[in-house]
T-cell receptor
Framework: DTAVSQTPKYLVTQMGNDKSIKCEQN?????MYWYKQDSKKFLKIMFS???????INETVPNRFSPKSPDKAHLNLHINSLELGDSAVYFC?????????FGQGTRLTVV | GNSVTQMEGPVTLSEEAFLTINCTYT??????LFWYVQYPGEGLQLLLK?????DKGSNKGFEATYRKETTSFHLEKGSVQVSDSAVYFC???????????FGKGTRLHILP
């Protein structure tokens, strides 16, 4: 019973393509996040949703668009992928400030 | 603004050595403080937390005490194991559902 699951785990794609990463949590949390982790392991928040509403949108290119169909899901769609988008993307959910993370999606843009 | 600063890594120790990873924070209010651990190939998982001054969080032999006077939350373990090799992140949050602010992470490598 995975608490926060994201798919796919690995994604290799060419520059210019559009791709999506899906995230689902079965913890009943109201808040979900997307983080980007670069090659140096630095974690940067991208978006946060609370009960399907966007509450945090950090400085992220508008090629990145989150979608929350319901409070258990927060998907990330990326248009016109660039080499610099290569990273590990983590989905997380939280309740009372404690976060639970998915396993990550390693995106490689070639 | 709110931020977390933790010691740069990598930190390399021998098994059974004493570990300290320093973490200090800047916050406009009264944050909750956390240590997360990321094992190779996995997502982050909560290691321990403290929600108010002088609280001590502990788990798996790791401890950290919330020091308001020094705005610190240093992670310690008395005797590390090879299995503790991972990246450790100090973090804070100010509100229940506000964003979690992470430090840059410290990679720990334990030699057998």
């Amino acid at each position: 019973d995975t608490a926060v699951s994201q798919t796919p785990k690995y994604l290799v794609t060419q520059m210019g393509n559009d791709k999506s990463i899906k995230c689902e949590q079965n913890l009943g949390h109201d808040t979900m996040y997307w983080y980007k982790q670069d090659s140096k392991k630095f974690l940067k928040i991208m978006f946060s949703y609370n009960n399907k509403e966007l509450i945090i949108n950090e400085t992220v290119p508008n090629r990145f668009s989150p979608k929350s169909p319901d409070k258990a899901h927060l998907n990330l769609h990326i248009n016109s992928l660039e080499l610099g988008d290569s990273a590990v993307y983590f989905c997380a959910s939280s309740q009372r400030a404690e976060a639970f993370f998915g396993q990550g999606t390693r995106l490689t843009v070639v | 603004g709110n931020s977390v600063t933790q010691m740069e890594g990598p930190v390399t120790l021998s098994e059974e050595a004493f570990l300290t990873i320093n973490c200090t924070y800047t916050a406009t209010g009264y944050p909750s403080l956390f240590w997360y651990v990321q094992y190779p190939g996995e997502g982050l998982q909560l290691l321990l937390k403290a929600t108010k001054a002088d609280d001590k969080g502990s788990n798996k032999g790791f401890e950290a005490t919330y020091r308001k006077e020094t705005t610190s939350f240093h992670l310690e373990k008395g005797s590390v194991q090879v299995s503790d090799s991972a990246v450790y992140f100090c973090a804070l949050t100010l509100n229940r559902d506000d964003k979690i602010i992470f430090g840059k992470g410290t990679r720990l490598h334990i030699l057998p």
